[in-house]
């Protein structure tokens, strides 16, 4: 794995937007899809008020990022009675010739999910509020399986000791309409003791011969002060991804770098886009398909590593 010694976006490259936000504070967790030629990133990003905007990026290589001088509208989201403070960590995924941004909202009480779609990244509709109940890290599969929609989320179901919600377990959902979801199972849950104690689904998952392939944040939470969030990868059943075919029991990647030790919150890599550059023509990603993987660092800054899939399905028997 391929990984650099600077983030690839700060808040340096977050046009002043006078009015809407001048000199932001951070930019971190992005969404990634491929669209025409170019790659594309949703990002959140802070203001100075802490409040979050979510943005596009767009590149020709996937590493030189410029960001669009607006935020993204999400028209209809403006009907929703109760109040919403952010919509954040968005993840993209795309279905038949849609985008889909699933992401965070966060609300009285509880932490929601939202859901977008775009057709063409200029004009983006709210679909609902995608969720009952406390949840985060939604995520949607790139198909339907078994005729239904599929998405993994992380209920939030564990009150921490600070008195914050938080979650130790990926669940699969489905849905006929992509509104209205129905929980199927446990995929899995945190190891206490190792690196993956809490648990939530990174980017979407990626169909492979040898299964979905799954990468999803892990936290270890014994270390006192500081929580360690790092990313692993996990190889599902195709036709049942309820099914472990094997998860990792190392992580792929933590903080390690500088900027990812120290920032707005210490040690913290957060994947949640991740981009395959070579799809056969059953749908399958290439073994030796390019992988591009942009994550939050110390919800600062946006890092990016590159890989293949083989290698990714290697991190998953580590
Ligand atoms: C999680 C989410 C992420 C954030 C991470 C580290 O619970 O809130 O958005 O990046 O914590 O602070």
């Not at 990133?41 to 996937?62: D, F, Y």
């Not at 001088?69 to 028209?75: G, L, T, Y």
């Not at 009907?79 to 038949?96: A, F, G």
């Amino acid at each position: 794995m391929k990984t650099y010694n600077k983030p690839i976006l700060t808040r340096k490259d977050i046009p002043d937007i006078p009015g809407v936000i001048t000199n932001a504070a951070s930019v971190f967790n992005p969404g990634a899809v491929r669209f025409n030629d170019e790659y594309l990133l949703a990002l959140r990003v802070q203001k100075r008020s802490r409040e979050t905007v979510i943005m596009l990026a767009r590149s020709k290589n996937g590493i030189d990022f410029q960001v669009d001088k607006k935020v993204i509208e999400f028209s209809g989201i403006e009907k929703v009675k109760e109040k919403i403070y952010h919509c954040y960590d968005p993840r993209l995924t795309k279905i038949d010739d849609a985008f889909y941004l699933m992401f965070a909202m966060d609300m009285d009480g509880k932490c929601s999910l939202g859901l977008a779609k775009t057709l063409n990244f200029e004009k983006f509709n709210f679909l609902g509020i995608v969720a009952d109940g406390d949840v985060r890290n939604g995520v949607l599969f790139p198909e339907k399986i078994n005729g239904k929609f599929m998405r993994f989320e992380r209920p939030n179901r564990a009150a921490l000791e600070n008195g914050t919600v938080s979650g130790n377990s990926i669940v699969l959902s489905e849905s006929d309409d992509l509104l209205k979801w129905t929980e199927v199972g446990v995929l899995m849950s945190g190891r206490f003791h190792y690196w993956d104690e809490r648990i939530g689904s990174g980017p979407p998952p990626v169909k492979t011969e040898k299964g979905w392939l799954h990468i999803y944040h892990g936290i270890a939470e014994h270390f006192g002060a500081a929580s360690i969030y790092q990313g692993g990868a996990v190889l599902l059943d195709l036709k049942n991804p309820l099914k472990i075919i094997s998860r990792s029991m190392n992580n792929f990647i933590e903080p390690r770098e500088i900027w990812e030790m120290a920032g707005q919150v210490p040690n913290v890599v957060f994947p949640s886009g991740m981009i395959v550059e070579e799809y056969d023509e059953k749908g399958f990603a290439k073994l030796d398909s390019h992988v591009k993987i942009y994550y939050g660092a110390a919800d600062t800054v946006v890092g990016l590593a590159e890989t293949t899939i083989s290698e990714l399905i290697e991190f998953c028997y580590d």
